[in-house]
């Protein structure tokens, strides 16, 4: 759902504040506006050099417009409301109605030029992450370029020089727009289309974002202790799966613009770093891996061949970051019998619950959630709740799915005698391990509330 928001808006919206820009408003290009988190797959490109477009993962790319030549994009920096799942929306900072923005892409050698308009309460400015260019394109503010006030547009212009992966992103106020969503992709295409050539490109970005249960905007200070990690500013099981067709040769792209580092695992497949920040990696220097991890700012480009048909999950290896929020200051129950303890507790604490003791924490876990929550996890698969949340999603392998279809082919049907099943045979004796038999009368008991105080 991109609708257009033409320049006659965008004049009417600079010439009613008061501000026109220097370039003139009726040579802007239109800024087109996504409205929707869903992926919306790239048709090809109307014009300029052929390339075989990538897919954002709950996003879009920008259309564009060639003037002389030069192919010209229009970004808004503007408050966005992005729904993080459905159940829960965000007060964010993105571009053109979402965060992350929509991704560029170019062709390595295009002449570009990005119109970057401000519609937020503080100066911006982007810079280019990994790109070659003139030193007063990079967008450092104060060190590259003055920043660009509220309600003023400024332009950007380079030839897009090295093919690749790179990001964009502010360099004002960094640490608060970042915090608050203000991030998008950008693909340099080889020239030769034919170079690099896969499949299935898929495109996303790695955040985090800390808002607490029942409200809607980040806390910008938190620099570690964050409760929402996402993929293109969504949670499990709100990523769109990535959906391929069985022998495809498949490329993830990803960048990392949180504060940690975060190991992606695939399941089933093993896969390759074929492109890192720095360009592609000859075929030698490659090696098999199945989880790759991306350290904080920087990019990586993956690719594995879809053989084996099937749901498999994709997921961070940080447990946390595959769960969302208030999965923090719960204590571990694991092998601590609670049901009279709870009883008693209830009379000095009545809204304390008992979490937890065979282990499934949150699979036990009724709890009231106050307005604008997720669950820590959740996700309901053919077998049954699924139990994740955060930074994970599922690559569908099919044989037959149409060459350039990403539409959801439901859950996987898998043969008959290929799903693991209950033992229904008999069973010898089982013996405890030394020191564990009677844990649950010996365990140290030491409860906390949810909210962590402490009662001994
Ligand atoms: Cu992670």
Request: with cysteine.
């Given at each position: 759902?991109?609708?257009?928001?033409?320049?006659?808006?965008?004049?009417?919206?600079?010439?009613?504040?008061?501000?026109?820009?220097?370039?003139?408003?009726a040579?802007?290009?239109e800024?087109?506006?996504?409205?929707?988190?869903?992926?919306?797959?790239?048709?090809?490109?109307?014009?300029?050099?052929?390339?075989h477009?990538v897919?954002?993962?709950?996003?879009?790319s920008?259309?564009?417009?060639?003037?002389?030549?030069?192919?010209?994009?229009?970004?808004?920096?503007?408050?966005?409301?992005?729904?993080?799942?459905?159940?829960?929306?965000?007060?964010?900072?993105?571009y053109n109605?979402?965060?992350?923005g929509?991704?560029i892409?170019v062709?390595?050698?295009d002449?570009?030029?990005?119109?970057?308009?401000?519609?937020l309460?503080?100066?911006?400015?982007i810079h280019?992450?990994?790109?070659r260019?003139?030193?007063?394109?990079?967008?450092?503010?104060?060190?590259?370029?003055p920043?660009?006030?509220?309600?003023?547009?400024?332009?950007?212009e380079?030839?897009?020089?090295?093919?690749?992966?790179?990001?964009?992103?502010?360099?004002?106020?960094?640490?608060?727009?970042?915090?608050?969503?203000?991030?998008?992709?950008?693909?340099t295409?080889?020239?030769d289309?034919?170079?690099?050539?896969?499949?299935?490109?898929?495109?996303?970005?790695?955040?985090?974002?800390?808002?607490?249960?029942?409200?809607?905007?980040?806390?910008?200070?938190t620099?570690t202790?964050?409760?929402l990690?996402?993929?293109?500013?969504?949670?499990?099981?709100?990523?769109?799966?990535?959906v391929?067709r069985?022998?495809?040769?498949?490329?993830?792209?990803v960048?990392?613009?949180?504060?940690?580092?975060?190991?992606?695992?695939?399941?089933?497949?093993?896969?390759?770093?074929?492109?890192?920040?720095?360009?592609?990696?000859?075929?030698?220097?490659?090696?098999?891996?199945?989880?790759v991890?991306?350290?904080?700012?920087?990019?990586?480009?993956?690719?594995?061949d879809?053989?084996t048909?099937?749901?498999?999950?994709?997921?961070?290896?940080?447990?946390h970051?595959?769960?969302n929020?208030?999965?923090?200051?719960?204590?571990?129950?694991?092998?601590?019998?609670?049901?009279?303890?709870?009883?008693?507790?209830?009379?000095?604490?009545?809204?304390?619950?008992?979490?937890?003791?065979?282990?499934?924490?949150?699979?036990?876990?009724q709890?009231?959630?106050?307005?604008?929550?997720?669950?820590?996890?959740?996700?309901?698969?053919?077998?049954?709740?699924?139990?994740?949340?955060?930074m994970?999603?599922?690559?569908?392998?099919?044989?037959?799915?149409?060459?350039?279809?990403?539409?959801?082919?439901?859950?996987?049907?898998?043969?008959?005698?290929?799903?693991?099943?209950?033992?229904?045979?008999?069973?010898?004796?089982?013996?405890?391990?030394p020191?564990?038999?009677?844990?649950?009368?010996?365990?140290d008991?030491?409860?906390?509330?949810?909210?962590?105080?402490?009662?001994?």
């Amino acid at each position: 759902m991109v609708s257009r928001r033409g320049f006659l808006t965008g004049a009417a919206t600079l010439v009613g504040t008061g501000v026109v820009s220097r370039v003139g408003a009726a040579s802007l290009p239109e800024a087109p506006l996504a409205s929707s988190a869903a992926t919306q797959v790239p048709a090809s490109p109307p014009n300029g050099r052929p390339f075989h477009p990538v897919v954002t993962l709950n996003g879009w790319s920008l259309p564009w417009r060639v003037n002389n030549g030069v192919k010209e994009f229009h970004l808004v920096a503007e408050p966005v409301v992005r729904e993080i799942a459905p159940g829960m929306k965000a007060n964010l900072w993105g571009y053109n109605g979402q965060s992350p923005g929509p991704t560029i892409e170019v062709v390595e050698g295009d002449r570009v030029r990005i119109f970057v308009t401000n519609r937020l309460p503080e100066n911006t400015s982007i810079h280019w992450h990994g790109q070659r260019l003139p030193n007063g394109m990079d967008g450092v503010t104060g060190l590259n370029q003055p920043p660009v006030p509220p309600g003023k547009t400024f332009v950007y212009e380079f030839v897009a020089a090295r093919p690749g992966t790179f990001m964009y992103h502010p360099h004002a106020d960094e640490m608060v727009q970042m915090a608050m969503g203000m991030m998008g992709f950008w693909v340099t295409h080889p020239k030769d289309p034919s170079q690099h050539r896969v499949d299935r490109d898929f495109v996303f970005l790695l955040g985090a974002f800390d808002i607490d249960p029942g409200s809607y905007t980040p806390k910008v200070n938190t620099m570690t202790d964050f409760n929402l990690w996402t993929f293109n500013s969504r949670v499990f099981p709100a990523i769109d799966p990535m959906v391929c067709r069985q022998g495809d040769r498949v490329r993830i792209r990803v960048g990392n613009l949180t504060m940690t580092n975060h190991p992606l695992h695939i399941h089933g497949h093993e896969m390759e770093v074929t492109g890192t920040d720095g360009g592609w990696v000859p075929k030698s220097a490659r090696w098999p891996e199945v989880a790759v991890d991306i350290a904080v700012g920087q990019m990586r480009a993956v690719e594995f061949d879809a053989h084996t048909p099937g749901d498999w999950a994709f997921h961070c290896h940080k447990s946390h970051h595959a769960m969302n929020a208030m999965g923090h200051d719960i204590p571990t129950m694991i092998g601590v019998d609670q049901r009279k303890v709870t009883e008693k507790i209830n009379k000095l604490v009545p809204d304390y619950m008992a979490m937890g003791s065979t282990g499934g924490a949150m699979e036990g876990m009724q709890m009231a959630l106050p307005e604008n929550t997720l669950p820590m996890a959740s996700g309901e698969g053919p077998f049954g709740s699924i139990g994740m949340g955060g930074m994970v999603t599922t690559i569908k392998i099919r044989k037959g799915q149409g060459r350039n279809d990403y539409r959801d082919p439901g859950w996987y049907k898998h043969p008959p005698g290929t799903v693991a099943r209950e033992w229904t045979g008999t069973t010898p004796p089982t013996h405890h391990a030394p020191g564990t038999a009677n844990t649950q009368e010996k365990a140290d008991l030491r409860v906390r509330k949810p909210q962590g105080h402490d009662h001994h």
